[in-house]
């Protein structure tokens, strides 16, 4: 069974999707069987591992609307263990279209349900919000993990992401656990940087990944050129961190099954 993990921030330009593809190329890379889902209308994750727009019939719309079968919607990417559920304009319409349907915030899980089996980690880009393809997205995981920008408000936004989160714990999936906290775009020549960070493991601990995510030119290069970092520069600052992160997270996750999940669990009282 797959482990699903959602990659969200309801602020944009954080490295959301950056964070997506390139976590689950390197995961891939790793030897896993990966999914990436890409659950934002903007399909950048989707053209992020070199899948033109119009290239494809069926994206994740079909699947989640139109209950068409996921697996036909399924496309294979440059690397051999990476397959993407992609995304097109017509997601725009789902958060309209799924309002009246029953239990609506369940549509993905149920999709991906008829898929999991034959991964070993589904990682899923969110939208920039927190509508209905977020809330789908945040029912249907194990645990969330947020890219966090180091600037002056990303405590604020993190923390309104937590209360969000609670509530959906509370209401749509109790289990629903933090994957971590993924500091990225990190400027080590800047004091706010450092002061960012610095208040973030005090505050959240060991909910903050050891990587640390750098401003990087090929990693920002990359998207241009339809590719994961790892692909178009493995060497590259970038492409090593994500790979770290990969790591961390495999290495957690080995730690889980033999001890039981260490990450803290938010949103247990019922205040939040």
């Known amino acids: 069974m797959a482990k699903t993990i959602a990659v969200a921030n309801q602020k944009g ?7 997506s593809v390139n976590l689950a190329s390197s995961l891939a890379f790793a030897g896993m069987n990966v999914l990436l889902v890409d659950a934002d209308p903007q399909a950048n994750a989707t053209s992020g591992v070199g899948i033109q727009r119009g290239s494809f019939r069926r994206s994740l719309y079909h699947a989640l609307v139109l209950d068409e079968a996921p697996a036909n919607a399924i496309l294979s990417t440059e690397l051999p263990s990476l397959k993407i559920l992609p995304s097109d304009r017509n997601l725009t319409g789902a958060e309209v279209e799924l ?3 029953e239990k609506r915030e369940y549509q993905l899980r149920n999709v991906l349900g008829k898929l999991t089996a034959e991964f070993d980690y589904v990682i899923i880009d969110c939208p920039p919000s927190l509508g209905l393809l977020t809330l789908n997205a945040l029912t249907a995981a194990d645990s969330l993990l947020v890219p966090i920008q180091c600037e002056y408000y990303a405590l604020e936004g993190v923390t309104e992401l937590f209360d969000t989160l609670a509530r959906i714990r509370r209401s749509l999936n109790p289990s629903l656990t933090i994957e971590g906290l993924l ?81 803290v669990v938010v949103g247990d009282s019922e205040d939040g």
């Not at 909910?207 to 060497?235: C, M, W």
């Open 183 to 263: 500091l990225t775009m990190y400027d080590d020549r800047t004091n706010l940087a450092a002061a960012v960070a610095a208040d973030l493991r005090d505050f959240y601990g060991r909910q903050v990944f050891e990587t640390v995510i750098p401003r990087n030119v090929r990693l920002a290069e990359a998207p241009s050129h339809g590719k994961p970092v790892i692909l178009y520069d493995i060497k590259s600052r970038g492409a090593e961190s994500y790979i770290q992160l990969a790591k961390e997270i495999m290495t957690h996750d080995k730690k889980s099954t033999r001890t039981g999940p260490e990450r």
């Open 99 to 101: 309002v009246d349907a």
């Open 13 to 19: 330009g954080v490295g959301k999707t950056t964070t």
